[in-house]
């Protein structure tokens, strides 16, 4: 079975600094990573995913993340964030790619300061 | 706008009524899940479809119905509502496989009491 954590439930941070959001995962296969964001009052979406190839991966609004396979992290960054970033992050991973096996982390609230 | 309809946006409900929670999704997906989501605990699985006629129990089946009839509707019952399933309600749909692509509605928070 596979497990995610998210060590910060929330990470307060000025307008225009940087972001790390950490996510580790724990499984005894290889599996697949997510980053989801929620916007509030909204559902998720899909920020960026890991399936194979260059562990550096690049998705939507400025966003990317690293998969560490020897550390077993996929932690996601943004070197200059916006007031509109606020939201809640979700790391999630599947040993497959069937919807039935992903399993999400508890989430973490990044709040962007003025 | 192609996506995912869920109703109602919001219900308090009182405990042992019946509840079924609809979800409609235009996308023609094969598959569909529903998830609750509770604070601190992210999201958990509760039921999925991977086609219509077939469904499955996903981490936290019990007090919880679904059906899947056709491609297009996935509703959630809740036969005899209890406290503890209050919580906030997303409904997901995907390809198979879904290379975690899911597409979420904007879910229904429910308060049972």
């Known amino acids: 079975a596979q497990s995610v954590t998210q060590l910060d439930s929330q990470v307060p941070v000025f307008e225009e600094a940087p972001v790390e959001l950490r996510c580790n995962y724990s499984?005894?296969?290889?599996?697949?990573l997510f980053w989801y964001v929620q916007y509030p009052n909204q559902g998720l979406q899909l920020l960026l995913k890991y399936l194979s190839g260059s562990t550096l991966v690049k998705g939507i609004n400025g966003f990317e993340a690293e998969f560490n396979k020897s550390q077993t992290s996929f932690h996601l960054r943004k070197p200059s964030v916006h007031i509109s970033d606020t939201a809640e992050y979700f790391c999630?991973?599947?040993?497959?790619?069937?919807?039935?096996?992903?399993?999400f982390g508890p989430g973490t609230r990044l709040s962007v300061l003025p | 706008i192609a996506g995912i309809t869920q109703a109602p946006t919001s219900q308090i409900l009182a405990a042992g009524r019946r509840m079924t929670l609809r979800c409609t999704q235009d996308m023609r997906h094969n598959a569909m899940y529903w998830y609750r989501q509770d604070l601190g605990l992210g999201l958990r699985l509760i039921h999925y479809?991977?086609?219509?006629?077939?469904?499955g129990k996903g981490e936290v089946p019990d007090g919880y119905s679904v059906s899947r009839a056709n491609t297009d509707d996935f509703p959630l019952t809740l036969a005899s509502a209890v406290p503890s399933q209050t919580s906030v309600y997303f409904c997901a749909s995907s390809d198979l496989p879904s290379m975690g692509g899911y597409t979420f509605g904007s879910g229904t928070r429910l308060t049972v009491v």
């Open positions: 479809s991977n086609t219509a006629g077939t469904t």
């Open positions: 999630a991973v599947t040993p497959d790619n069937y919807g039935q096996n992903f399993v």
């Open positions: 499984s005894s296969v290889s599996v697949y």
